[in-house]
T-cell receptor
Framework: QKEVEQNSGPLSVPEGAIASLNCTYS??????FFWYRQYSGKSPELIMF????GDKEDGRFTAQLNKASQYVSLLIRDSQPSDSATYLC?????????FGKGTRLHILP | KAGVTQTPRYLIKTRGQQVTLSCSPI?????VSWYQQTPGQGLQFLFE???????NKGNFPGRFSGRQFSNSRSEMNVSTLELGDSALYLC???????????????FGPGTRLLVL
């Protein structure tokens, strides 16, 4: 079982709609979770982090964490063409941060 | 506060050569992690240094090595380069080591290495 799994996509979402990105992880002891956005040819940029079960909102972004199900998600409301990128889920494990391979998101104008 | 810086940004080498990449973390950050990113494999962890000590190492051959200096700057070295080493090499810094802390890693712009 992969430590952090994401659907590779591409996920195509119409402009103005909600984009939903999902991530599962295997280490039940993980306590902190991150979402990074990576544009093509650029380095990852942190957009959200979440430590507690439930929802955390920041502008158009909402991170959701369910530790019992070992599941973390990112919702992007009112999707814009500038949101087109690869989104990396990262989990702070026992001694290192583990990244998923990322989901490519494409916002359709 | 200045971000993470990496030098050089681009590098072309030939097989068999060696290369040294440099990373300067955010001021005050003592942890530096290195990653290799390729289209097929995603972000793969190379190693992490904290206060000049290697804390953790990923599953890479011994040709990949690193070190950290007392000012927290870090270098990674790849010897006997192979074609498959062509990748984007990223470093990330944080104030505390990775693990069960709530520390966040911030990435530098990366060094794109092409091995011919």
């Amino acid at each position: 079982q992969k430590e952090v799994e994401q659907n590779s996509g591409p996920l195509s979402v119409p402009e103005g709609a909600i984009a939903s990105l999902n991530c599962t992880y295997s280490d039940r002891g993980s306590q902190s979770f991150f979402w990074y956005r990576q544009y093509s040819g650029k380095s990852p940029e942190l957009i959200m982090f979440i430590y507690s079960n439930g929802d955390k909102e920041d502008g158009r972004f909402t991170a959701q964490l369910n530790k019992a199900s070992q599941y973390v998600s990112l919702l992007i409301r009112d999707s814009q063409p500038s949101d087109s990128a690869t989104y990396l889920c990262a989990v702070n494990g026992r001694d290192k941060i583990i990244f998923g391979k990322g989901t490519r998101l494409h916002i359709l104008p | 506060k200045a971000g993470v810086t990496q030098t050089p940004r681009y590098l072309i080498k030939t097989r068999g050569q060696q290369v040294t990449l440099s990373c300067s973390p955010i001021s005050g950050h003592r942890s530096v992690s290195w990653y290799q990113q390729t289209p097929g494999q995603g972000l793969q962890f190379l190693f992490e240094y904290f206060s000049e000590t290697q804390r953790n190492k990923g599953n890479f051959p011994g040709r990949f090595s690193g070190r950290q200096f007392s000012n927290s700057r870090s270098e990674m070295n790849v010897s006997t380069l192979e074609l498959g080493d062509s990748a984007l090499y990223l470093c990330a810094s944080s104030s505390l080591p990775s693990g069960r802390s709530q520390e966040t890693q911030y990435f530098g712009p990366g060094t794109r290495l092409l091995v011919l």
